[in-house]
């Protein structure tokens, strides 16, 4: 247990469909990540915020929409998602100093029908 | 970005030490070297990190070449549940974050398999 809530921990969801993904902390953390592992790939950087604010969009598709409320919340909205988008979405989150660690979810597996 | 090197998969037995190497010859001076894991169907988890001395944590030790071209994750005793995928990381400071936030871009790992 990291203290990184990510939920739902599974979903499916068809080529039409618009869901969401939630990730939360407590820890007083203020930076916060969404990463995309697919099968046999690296993880790869999709977004970062630093205090609510979107510092950088690592040319992710528009399909995939970031949502920071509030520095304990970072949310993921998808829509019209393809097949090749089925993969393990993960979140983390740090404190903006630069010696310390990011603590990651569980990630949320996502299946595109 | 920064590279890292590592070997694709390593084996190991139970109860017996495991040194995880990885080069990093294309490093800067402020470059911090980090060590995540991941454990089967679970997210990455942070090991260790260092800049230029010898680390040790309550996981492991991380030993960083006098030249910091490269450095090496040691588990003292491996156990069946230190199975998993290692990575070696550079921090990269993110863009626009005025210098205050950094990003872990991650390779491919070390699949480490842990023998009974």
């Known amino acids: 247990e990291t203290g990184v809530t990510q939920t739902p921990r599974h979903l499916v969801m068809g080529m039409t469909n618009k869901k969401s993904l939630k990730c939360e902390q407590h820890l007083g953390h203020n930076a916060m990540y969404w990463y995309k592992q697919s099968a046999k790939k690296p993880l790869e950087l999709m977004f970062v915020y630093n205090f609510k604010e979107q510092t950088e969009n690592n040319s992710v598709p528009s399909r995939f929409s970031p949502e920071c409320p509030n520095s304990s919340h970072l949310f993921l909205h998808l829509h019209t998602l393809q097949p090749e988008d089925s993969a393990l979405y993960l979140c983390a989150s740090r404190i903006l100093s630069l010696n310390t660690e990011a603590f990651f979810g569980q990630g949320t597996r996502l299946t595109v029908v | 970005d920064a590279k890292t090197t590592q070997p694709n998969s390593m084996e190991s037995n139970e109860e017996e030490p495991v040194h995880l190497p990885c080069n990093h010859s294309t490093i800067s001076g402020t470059d911090y070297i980090h060590w995540y894991r991941q454990l089967p169907s679970q997210g990455p988890e942070y090991v260790i990190h260092?800049?230029?001395s010898n680390v040790n944590n309550r996981m492991a030790s991380l030993a960083i070449a006098e030249d910091r071209k490269s450095s090496t994750l040691i588990l003292h005793r491996a156990t069946l549940r230190d199975a998993a995928v290692y990575y070696c990381?550079?921090?990269?400071?993110?863009?626009?974050?005025?210098?205050?936030?950094?990003?872990?871009?991650f390779g491919k790992g070390t699949l480490l398999t842990v023998n009974p």
């Open positions: 260092g800049l230029t």
């Open positions: 990381i550079l921090r990269d400071v993110v863009k626009n974050s005025g210098g205050s936030n950094y990003k872990l871009t």
